[in-house]
């Protein structure tokens, strides 16, 4: 509390007696929660709290390279930091105090970055997850000319309005070689160092002592992790290969029920190719035994310290992103290419595979992906595809169930009334015989550019496999944008399954209820 008492003081004692600029955002959450037994909306807010409120306001002082962060923020009854329970709290969640000295830059408080695309280290925030992986400590920058850079930093991960226990360390260095305006090389290498508090190291300690003798090992308090990397680009060719390895510590088997001391290693690499309307992308990952977590009690997305780059494409539509994927923390093979072909203004076709096993070989999760977007004229377009999926439901939710397999057969269409008007729909189904079996999803949308956009939409359990009857998961939904402010209200059933941005994943229960979002800036 000291420390955040000492920032407060230091934004106002700075905005009181000096001249400088303040900027900032708002934005706020709320629901009200209509009870439905019947599709699985029925957690403690639908029984006794009936609403919950989250929000943040954010703001930004600068002066004379010096620079004043703090955010406000606030959760009445959520849901949205575990959907399982009703956590209510307020205070500040983030603080930071940094200042620019010719080439070095400091940093103190919270912050958020990442080495490399992320596999070590990866500090960031997600609000519509309820993903928040600040490190509050002390973070330094050095420039050493324009193509040599160094930072550096030591703190630990925040965990809502505290922080584990456990210290992190790490530091990274880039470098980049400008052969001509056609051959670049960017290269770098990076090491994060995490060490366990007594108490964790103790409850790991006491829980491999009751193994049988064989499986026992010593855990160690640290464990260190590396990556190098490097992004070649030549005329229209990138390609980026990092290569990651972590020591010896104490892991969770698959089965989650015992400590291994194992080692970890990722390869990752992505190669892209593009001239006048044509692309392509060629994507492989390798991992074997590389969860990065504060603890080796922390599970899902608790601690996490790093991100594993997402391996299967990122989808706009419902139905088509209904079994999206996050990785395996045990170990996967993985691969993705997707084709971009557009032979005029008029036309582009999108092509997508994806294919991921386990560490064991086993199949996990497969994508075949296609799409035609067609501009008829000035005034309407079109865009149809399909998709199909095989998905492991175990490997990603952990329920004992049959893999999924799908095909999800799509359309969308847009018609412009005039420059500021225009009319979208889309139609999507899902057929499987597997999980709460096929879905018709159809939405209707109206928009008045660039202020007002009304939507109504209707996502139908076709044929149940978990329900009794066919039931409709309706949604009306209505924004309206004035100068930096957006308001949005909508009535929302939605059915229990994976939400994922950002290649970031967590299955969402049922929700049945009405939902209000303010966002603004200044």
């Known amino acids: 509390m000291k420390k955040i008492n000492l920032a407060v003081s230091l934004l106002i004692i700075s905005t009181a007696f000096t001249q400088g600029q303040i900027t900032g955002d708002f934005l706020t959450n709320s629901n009200f929660y209509f009870r439905d037994t019947t599709i699985g909306a029925n957690t403690s807010q639908y ?38 329970e009703v956590y209510t709290a307020h205070g500040l969640g983030f603080y930071q105090v940094s200042k620019k000295i010719g080439n070095l830059d400091i940093t103190a408080g919270h ?9 070590i280290f990866r500090a960031f925030e997600d609000r ?41 360390k790490g530091v990274d260095i880039e470098k980049d070689f400008i052969i ?18 007594q108490n964790t190291m103790t409850m790991i300690a006491n829980e491999i002592n009751s193994y049988k003798l064989e499986d026992r090992f010593v855990p160690k308090y640290n464990v260190y992790a590396y990556t190098f990397y490097n992004n070649l680009v030549f005329k229209n060719i990138s390609w980026y290969v990092e290569y990651a390895i972590k020591s010896k510590e104490a892991i969770r088997n698959e089965a989650g029920d015992k400590f291994l001391n194992e080692s970890g290693n990722v390869f990752y690499t992505n190669l892209n190719f593009s001239v006048s309307g044509f692309g392509i992308s060629l994507q492989h990952k390798r ?13 899902f997305l608790v601690g996490t310290m790093n991100y594993m780059p997402p391996m299967s494409k990122q989808h706009a539509k419902t139905l088509p992103a209904r079994y999206s994927i996050s990785a395996l923390e045990v170990g996967e093979n993985a691969y ?6 557009s ?32 501009k008829i004229n000035k005034k309407f377009n079109v865009s149809a595809g399909c998709q199909t999926v095989y ?59 660039p202020r007002f956009t009304i939507s109504v939409s209707d996502m139908i359990n076709t044929k149940p496999l978990k329900m009794a009857e066919v039931k409709h998961y309706y949604n009306f939904f209505v924004s309206y944008s004035i100068d930096q402010s957006k308001f949005s209200l909508g009535y929302v059933k939605q059915v229990e399954g994976i939400v994922c941005t950002g290649g970031v994943c967590r299955v969402e229960p049922a929700f049945s209820g009405i939902k209000f979002n303010l966002s603004t800036s200044f």
Request: a neutral charge; charged letters at 25%; glycine letters at 6%.
């Open 47 to 84: 029984q006794h709290e009936l609403s919950s409120t989250e929000a943040w306001l954010f703001l930004n002082y600068s002066i004379s390279d010096f620079n004043f962060r703090i955010r406000y923020d606030l959760f009445n009854n959520s849901a949205l930091l575990n959907p399982n």
């Open 111 to 119: 912050f958020y970055d990442q080495f490399a695309t992320g596999i």
């Open 128 to 168: 519509i997850l309820g993903l928040d992986y600040a490190i509050n400590g002390i973070r330094l920058k050095y420039d050493f000319n324009e193509k040599l850079r160094l930072k550096a930093f030591a703190g630990r991960q925040k965990n809502r309005f505290e922080e584990h226990k456990q210290v992190m």
């Open 180 to 197: 001509n305006d056609n051959f670049k090389l960017f290269t770098g290498a990076g090491m994060l160092n995490r060490t366990i508090d």
């Open 287 to 299: 991992s074997k035994n590389f969860p990065l977590r504060t603890s080796p009690f922390a599970t």
């Open 336 to 341: 993705q290419a997707e084709i971009t072909y």
């Open 343 to 374: 032979p005029n203004k008029k036309n582009t076709l999108i092509l997508n595979g994806t294919y991921v096993e386990n560490s064991g070989g086993t199949k996990t999760f497969h994508e075949l992906y296609f799409e035609y977007y067609r």
């Open 391 to 449: 998905y492991d439901i175990f490997a990603y939710q952990f329920e004992n169930e049959e893999a999924v397999t799908t095909i999800t057969p799509f359309t969308e269409f847009v018609y412009k009334i005039d420059r500021k008007k225009a009319i979208r729909t889309e139609f999507q189904y899902l057929f499987t015989k597997e999980d709460h079996g096929d879905f018709f999803f159809g939405l209707a949308e109206f928009s008045v550019a």
